[in-house]
């Protein structure tokens, strides 16, 4: 679909606003915020997609946490807001980087040759053995030396002590491989203690019980371990505990501290004490460029910056593109860990995007209320009275939608454990369109919401340009109507009050 054609849709979707979502005829602030929602348009949010498109072409594919393609991608979102009129922060924060340069590779010298399938680093398949996330590098070929092995396996799981204690290497040549087995103590301490006897390498095997049989993902936690360490089958491992074994392993990686920023604009504008917040997550995984997952929040949320920047409004706009999301939401579990108490209660509600524009859609919204009756339980309160301001904009224009568990899995997940009403939006990863849905939306019945989730296709054409001028009128009127809500969701002292004095009004939309 044409850029031309986007914008229209967006338009006739605003333009629909309900009624209750026009100011009451008092001193506004802006002139219209019909107007001001209006203002925001599908094709520059896709013009950011592109624009992150074109970042990640020339870094190499990716826009990950650590990677020159996220600091193009913060400068880029940074550039845009201080020219919209945005105070922008950049927050740093050290988090433990890692990423496999390339296959790794194991083959038998002795006795008889024989060569081992790898596991790639994008996962795709699953080898005779992995490289253990924070291994070091290296390209070893040595003699293979038992550790501590319990063969066959103990009757339970963790019987083998393999590795766990100094003692273990007693009489371990230095320069050999390390042959090691789970079980008892972390994959760090067998890793470590075999890099402090002097191996070469490590090879942990899993430890042969029924369900511990197959090829080891293992981590080591985190940086610091310089030699090759990589899992295998129990199957492997027997075979190579034989007597005169010898193995070439090569492995090639990355594995150390590094630095990442989220990037937090904060209006110029609105009543510091209450805070009304958005955020998206701008780091892709590094096995591609992430532009549905998640350039599409991030660029919907820039092009709503851009539209308010400079207009007064009566809470106080911040709006965040987080790093680190895709490694366990790093930079907003920072963020809120590193807010003073005082600041964080001064936080009304949460808004989060991630996902807006997948290719195989359903417009979702988060279940702040449990209504679904699935999964995580509701949301603080207010997060019921955020999800309905989404369900009633879509029933308004007669768009269907559905509910997504609010399991807490994205940025706003730190939010509503410290107990801020959040909402969002979500069009869905790779869970399975059902055909109930392809009724209500369109799309195939039986594949995934996104194909290319976390992977390298997640490209500039991998995004339903339909949802996201959806979710941008959307995201849009939340905003808006949020920035000038007088009763904000949730409990307030002086909310009652205020609601029996002045309903019907902007944010009691219910
Ligand atoms: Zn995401």
């Given at each position: 679909m044409r850029s031309g054609v986007i914008r229209s849709i967006a338009l006739s979707?605003?333009?629909?606003?309900?009624?209750?979502?026009?100011?009451?005829?008092?001193?506004?602030?802006?002139?219209?915020?019909?107007s001001l929602i209006t203002s925001v348009g599908a094709s520059a949010a896709k013009r950011h997609m592109q624009a992150l498109q074109d970042i990640a072409n020339a870094n190499g594919g990716t826009r990950a946490a650590g990677t020159p393609g996220f600091l193009a991608s913060r400068d880029y979102v940074a550039g845009k807001l201080k020219k919209a009129g945005w105070n922008v922060t950049l927050q740093p924060f050290d988090f433990a980087f890692f990423k496999?340069?390339?296959?790794?590779?194991?083959?038998?010298?002795?006795?008889?040759?024989?060569?081992?399938?790898?596991?790639?680093?994008?996962?795709?398949?699953?080898?005779?053995?992995?490289?253990?996330?924070?291994?070091?590098?290296?390209?070893?070929?040595?003699?293979?030396?038992?550790?501590?092995?319990m063969l066959p396996p103990g009757p339970t799981p963790s019987s083998s002590t393999s590795g766990c204690e100094a003692a273990d290497f007693a009489?371990?040549?230095?320069?050999?491989?390390?042959?090691?087995?789970?079980?008892?103590?972390t994959f760090a301490v067998k890793a470590q203690n075999a890099q402090a006897a002097g191996a070469s390498a490590a090879i942990i095997f899993n430890e042969?019980?029924?369900?511990?049989?197959?090829?080891?993902?293992?981590?080591?936690?985190?940086?610091?371990?310089?030699?090759?360490?990589?899992?295998?089958?129990?199957?492997?491992?027997?075979?190579?505990?034989?007597?005169?074994?010898?193995?070439?392993?090569?492995?090639?990686?990355?594995?150390?501290?590094?630095?990442?920023?989220n990037v937090v604009a904060d209006s110029k504008y609105g009543d510091p004490n209450k805070v009304v917040m958005l955020g998206a997550h701008l780091d892709s995984v590094l096995p591609g460029p992430g532009i549905n997952d998640n350039g599409s929040g991030s660029a919907v949320d820039l092009t709503i910056a851009e539209a308010l920047g400079k207009i007064p409004t009566r809470n106080h706009l911040r709006i965040a593109w987080w790093s680190g999301e895709e490694l366990g939401l790093l930079g907003s579990t920072f963020y809120?860990?590193?807010?003073?108490a005082d600041q964080l209660a001064k936080i009304k509600l949460y808004l989060n995007f991630d996902m807006?524009?997948?290719?195989?859609?359903?417009?979702?919204?988060?279940?702040?209320?449990?209504?679904?009756?699935?999964?995580?339980?509701?949301g603080p309160a207010g997060s019921d009275e955020i999800e309905k301001l989404f369900e009633k904009y879509f029933d308004t224009i007669h768009q269907a939608h559905n509910g997504t568990d609010f399991d807490g899995r994205s940025d706003y997940g730190p939010f509503i454990a410290a107990g801020i009403p959040a909402g969002g939006l979500f069009t869905g990863a790779e869970g399975i369109k059902t055909a109930e849905e392809a009724t209500l939306f369109g799309g195939t019945a039986g594949v995934a919401y996104d194909h290319c989730y976390h992977q390298a296709c997640d490209t500039i054409a991998n995004v339903n340009d339909k949802a996201l001028a959806l979710n941008l009128g959307a995201i849009a009127t939340a905003a808006v109507v949020y920035a000038y809500a007088t009763d904000l969701p949730g409990p307030a002292a002086a909310t009652t009050a205020r609601k029996a004095a002045a309903a019907p009004e902007i944010g009691t939309v219910r």
């Open positions: 979707a605003a333009l629909a606003l309900p009624l209750a979502y026009t100011h009451p005829a008092q001193a506004d602030p802006v002139p219209s915020q019909k496999e340069n390339a296959t790794a590779s194991m083959e038998r010298t002795a006795p008889a040759p024989k060569v081992y399938a790898p596991t790639p680093p994008d996962g795709s398949s699953v080898g005779d053995f992995a490289t253990m996330t924070y291994s070091g590098s290296g390209n070893v070929t040595a003699a293979l030396q038992n550790v501590d092995l009489g371990f040549v230095p320069g050999n491989i390390a042959l090691l087995q789970r079980g008892t103590c042969g019980q029924p369900g511990r049989t197959a090829t080891l993902q293992g981590t080591l936690g985190g940086p610091g371990v310089t030699i090759p360490v990589v899992g295998a089958s129990f199957d492997v491992g027997q075979e190579l505990s034989a007597a005169g074994t010898a193995v070439h392993v090569v492995t090639n990686t990355t594995s150390e501290i590094r630095t990442t920023y809120v860990a590193n807010l003073p807006v524009a997948s290719p195989n859609y359903a417009l979702k919204i988060y279940d702040g209320d449990d209504s679904d009756n699935t999964g995580a339980p509701a």
